[in-house]
């Protein structure tokens, strides 16, 4: 797991490595800024270009100005700085930078507070105006400029954090912010680029490694973690020699209706693929012929009214997809909650069902799961303006009522009682089609029934089922849900490896 930080904490990281490394903090700008060139050089290879470099008075501008003299020493030829000397203010490393700057003899130009900004004709721009000190929206001559080089439309690559973005807490409406092509940002993802409110800022983000202190970040105990494939491939359990269909579970999908059945063959599909020893899908009479022609491995129960349910045979249960939310439906999910003990999946329409009767959240058994997308977790638990928002939501929700909440996006973010944050890196917009979730679900029944715990079942599943994704996008630019699900056995196979 890669522990995210708060700006202000990154801040104590900086402050202590530097104290305990020890390091100078002009060094430890120098290594930032030529981790920041390897990435640049990496991706913007062209030395020709007519490279502007913006720097603030600021360590950010700081690292601007190193940024310049290193890529000038590393043979770009048409490299310039313009400093937006809009305080009086400004920090050691900016001006030890400063002068060795000008011993380099790159062009520099300052733009002071009210003058008219300079006409810019670069072919790309490195911002380094504002980093992860930004307090406060941008104003004034900081706005003036910002507006003006977003007007360009010229390629921006930003240092650290894009000017005016906020990189923790909840980010304000209409915010302003030099608009970036790519962020090049030190040591670790801030947090609300893992946010869909980064979007309109940025397209793309890297991380580089500036070699600030491991261990006392870990000390911090914060509670964002970014998953890594490691932490996959540990928690995986491996299939024994001896083991046979009873050792990896028996689980029970309820789902489908006959204009939604998809949703219960992808999902019993995605349950089958991930490993569960035995899956049976409890469905409507009319989806037997589909189910059996597609998928003769797995069972069925056929949906009467209220069916004749077996509950201990079953090591977890998932409800909902393509369900419906008709009185039957209601009355089976209060049946679930009241004969069955054991941690469940909840999904789609059982979730809509739960938040049209919220009595129910209370029945929800200790140890489950819920999986909703935005606008079910919004009918769950409230309207709300912004992710920061609904993250604070997950943390207390899962608390209160001892569940593991499974928040889809880009980032998955899966919320534990412990009142852990875990966000999901695999994943891509070719996944971007329905029955998706449906088959997200069934994979994490799948963990489930084999013995996985809630949180490692949310963790492993969302990875992998991304991850299945990422794999098949390669090779399509659309990927649809039961071509993931199918894909996951591969998946699991290089996991295991
Ligand atoms: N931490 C690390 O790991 C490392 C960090 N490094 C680098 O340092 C950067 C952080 O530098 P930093 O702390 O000097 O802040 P920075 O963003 O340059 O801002 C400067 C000042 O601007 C002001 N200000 C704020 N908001 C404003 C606004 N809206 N409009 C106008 N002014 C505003 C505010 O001062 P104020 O006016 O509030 O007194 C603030 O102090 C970081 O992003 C990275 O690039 C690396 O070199 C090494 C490793
Ligand atoms: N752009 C994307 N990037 C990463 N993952 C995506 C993207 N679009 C969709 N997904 C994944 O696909 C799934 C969609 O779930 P959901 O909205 O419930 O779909 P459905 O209701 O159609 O089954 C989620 O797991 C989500 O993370
Ligand atoms: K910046």
Redesign the pocket.
Known sequence: MIPLLTAAQ??Q??NYTIAHEPITSIA??ER?SEAFVVAFTCDYPDKAKNITVYC?T??????GLAIARLLKNNFYTNVSVKIAR??Q?S?P?FEHNFVQLKSVGIDFFVINADDEIPFDDSEIIID?L??????????GD?AKLVEYLNNLHTTVVA???PT?FYTDGQIPGNLLVLKARQVIT??QAKINFLLPESAPFMDDFKVVD?G?DKPFIASLNSPYQLIEESDVRQMLKPRKPFSHKGTYGHALIIAGQPQTMGAALLCSSACAHTGAGLTTVCIPQSGLVALNTSMPEIMAIIRNDLPDIKWEKYNTIAIGPGLGTDASSIELLRAVFKEYKRPVVIDADALNMIADNKDLLLNIPAGSVITPHMKEFDRLFGQHTSWWQRIETVISKAKQYNICILLKNRYTIIGTPEGKIYFNPTGNPAMASGGMGDVLTGVITSLLAQGYAAREACIIGAYIHGKAGDELSNQLSVVLAGQVAKHIPATLAKMRA
Request: aromatic letters at 8%.
């Open positions: 990154i801040s990281v900086d430890l700008m930032a603030g600021g360590n950010n501008g700081g690292d809009f305080s203010k920090t490393e380094a504002l980093g992860s000190g930004l307090n406060r929206p941008l104003s900081y240092v650290d954090v005016g030190f040591q500036i600030l």
